[in-house]
T-cell receptor, first 112, second 112 residues
Framework: QKEVEQDPGPLSVPEGAIVSLNCTYS??????FMWYRQYSRKGPELLMY????GNKEDGRFTAQVDKSSKYISLFIRDSQPSDSATYLC????????????FGKGTKLSVKP | DGGITQSPKYLFRKEGQNVTLSCEQN?????MYWYRQDPGQGLRLIYY???????QKGDIAEGYSVSREKKESFPLTVTSAQKNPTAFYLC???????????FGQGTRLTVV
């Protein structure tokens, strides 16, 4: 079983839809959870950063962490064509090593 | 503006040649990283450095070398020992290993 699983998509939605992106993981020691957005041929940019369980909201984006289920989600409300990108989840353990493990990414397309 | 600059954006290498990818940051971050991204794959860690004059191998270090002589700079050399070097290479930095990574815009290396 891979440490981090992420459905590669592609996921296509109409403009204005609510998008749900998800990752599952197997390592119960993961404490830090992140979502990155990557446009084609560009470097990833950090969207959301959460520690341990709970929700975090930033504008149209909400990140959720459910450590009991080893499941994290990113919700995008009122999706826009400019949200079309690949979304990568990433997570790491607490401690001096803290190597960041990335999912393979989900490709999202928002149609006008 | 603070950020990470990678150069060149595109690089072509003949088989048997060594090439060096440049990465410079002006964020005053201590930690720097090199990742490799292949189609349909997550980001894989090649090397990382937490402090000047010190670096550690990541998951796929074979065929690569790095140096960290200055805090701002972390060049990556792809040697002729790397059997499949065609990929998208991403440099990143962070304040500490627990923090989110700030990525450069990447260098696309193609072996011709």
């Amino acid at each position: 079983q891979k440490e981090v699983e992420q459905d590669p998509g592609p996921l296509s939605v109409p403009e204005g839809a609510i998008v749900s992106l998800n990752c599952t993981y197997s390592n119960s020691a993961f404490q830090y959870f992140m979502w990155y957005r990557q446009y084609s041929r560009k470097g990833p940019e950090l969207l959301m950063y959460t520690y341990s369980s709970g929700n975090k909201e930033d504008g149209r984006f909400t990140a959720q962490v459910d450590k009991s289920s080893k499941y994290i989600s990113l919700f995008i409300r009122d999706s826009q064509p400019s949200d079309s990108a690949t979304y990568l989840c990433a997570m790491s353990e607490r401690g001096s090593q803290g190597n960041l493990i990335f999912g393979k990414g989900t490709k999202l397309s928002v149609k006008p | 503006d603070g950020g990470i600059t990678q150069s060149p954006k595109y690089l072509f290498r003949k088989e048997g040649q060594n090439v060096t990818l440049s990465c410079e940051q002006n964020l005053n971050h201590d930690a720097m990283y090199w990742y490799r991204q292949d189609p349909g794959q997550g980001l894989r860690l090649i090397y990382y450095s937490q402090i000047v004059n010190d670096f550690q191998k990541g998951d796929i270090a074979e065929g690569y070398s790095v140096s960290r002589e200055k805090k701002e700079s972390f060049p990556l050399t792809v040697t002729s020992a790397q059997k499949n070097p065609t990929a998208f290479y991403l440099c990143a930095s962070s304040i500490t290993k627990q923090d989110g990574r700030v990525f450069g815009q990447g260098t696309r290396l193609t072996v011709v």
